[in-house]
């Protein structure tokens, strides 16, 4: 398995644009993540799905992000308008059982 | 408070030493505990996984969990410089995780 898979790898934007990270979880898992990881706050939890379903949005810090996904295999995180303070490494996450397998992360900066 | 606390660190030790990575956690719901370590821009993967309060050892890795303390450490022996990464303690809870800020370790040659 190829394992999780984000794209893009890197996203350079300027304040104001749109921006949408991807997310290919792994086959067969029904739980997918969206986590923002920075220096001053590390890993936070954005929202996670179950069966396709949000469950818990909790974490989305404002209404300029929102989450989707469609199908079983496909997840999108997208922020409209971006802000500088938006910039971090964010990351998607999906499991069966207890253990989360990490994709590689997407490197945001919002200049 | 935070419901897993880890020192942030860094951490910085010779080649060779016995590393000693703590998180203390406040829930005492907590069944599992996990260590995922990750190196410089990539993501998190899962290092060691425990169920029961006691020590687990996998080479040169072991997790130890004391329930009764909420205190869980995860050391490494003969550390290598393959081993600098940071190093984050993790607790499944209600279908999603509670993770420690994580420790910064670096191993000098």
């Known amino acids: 398995d190829a394992g999780v898979i984000q794209s893009p790898r890197h996203e350079v934007t300027e304040m104001g644009q749109e921006v949408t990270l991807r997310c290919k979880p792994i086959s067969g898992h029904d739980y997918l993540f969206w986590y923002r990881q920075t220096m001053m706050r590390g890993l936070e939890l954005l929202i996670y799905?179950?069966?396709?379903?949000?469950?818990?949005d909790s974490g989305m810090p404002e209404d300029r992000f929102s989450a989707k996904m469609p199908n079983a295999s496909f997840s999108t995180l997208k922020i409209q308008p971006s802000e500088p303070r938006d910039s971090a490494v964010y990351f998607c996450?999906?499991?069966?059982?207890?253990?989360?397998?990490f994709g590689p992360g997407t490197r945001l900066t919002v200049l | 408070q935070k419901e897993v606390e880890q020192d942030p660190g860094p951490l910085s030790v010779p080649e060779g030493a016995i590393v000693s990575l703590n998180c203390t956690y406040s829930n005492s719901a907590f069944q599992y505990f996990m260590w995922y370590r990750q190196y410089s821009r990539k993501g998190p993967e899962l290092l060691m996984y425990t169920y029961s309060s006691g020590n687990k050892e996998d080479g040169r890795f072991t997790a130890q969990v004391d329930k009764s303390s909420k205190y869980i450490s995860l050391f490494i022996r003969d550390s290598q410089p393959s081993d600098s990464a940071t190093y984050l303690c993790a607790m499944p809870f209600n279908n999603d995780m509670r993770f420690g800020a994580g420790t910064r370790l670096t191993v000098k040659p």
């Open positions: 996450a999906s499991k069966s059982t207890d253990t989360q397998y």
């Open positions: 799905f179950n069966n396709n379903v949000p469950i818990d």
